[in-house]
Nanobody, 120 residues
Framework: QVQLVESGGGLVQAGGSLRLSCAAS????????MGWYHQAPGKQRELVAT???????SYVDSVKGRFTISRDNAKNTVYLQMNSLKPEDTAVYYC??????????????WGQGTQVTVSS
């Protein structure tokens, strides 16, 4: 089994910061791309940021310059540093990873979601 466990969400005021973490555990052989998505009430889940196994990053335009995705391969962990938070960032944030497990099949895995609420 492979599991992604997220942490770091919470309630902050506009302009504040949060750091989300997502750690993968299980019989992992390798992790390819990792990313963060968010989903606000009544809206579709949206890709926020991705990072490749080599460290190449990409971001949705709305968070460029404010959010930073990073990873620690030794810890099988991906992070999302969120600065200058806005009320529109309020959503449930999910991490996602493409992982090769002991079976040697590569599958996508999702975290359970962590709530980020930004007050005005």
């Amino acid at each position: 089994q492979v599991q992604l466990v997220e942490s770091g969400g919470g309630l902050v005021q506009a302009g504040g910061s949060l750091r989300l973490s997502c750690a993968a555990s299980g019989r992992i052989l390798s992790i390819n791309d990792m990313g963060w998505y968010h989903q606000a009430p009544g809206k579709q889940r949206e890709l926020v940021a991705t990072i490749t196994s080599g460290g190449k990053t990409s971001y949705v335009d709305s968070v460029k310059g404010r959010f930073t995705i990073s990873r620690d391969n030794a810890k099988n962990t991906v992070y999302l540093q969120m600065n200058s938070l806005k009320p529109e960032d309020t959503a449930v944030y999910y991490c996602n990873a493409k992982i090769m497990a002991a079976s040697k099949w590569t599958d996508e895995y999702w975290g359970q979601g962590t709530q980020v609420t930004v007050s005005s």
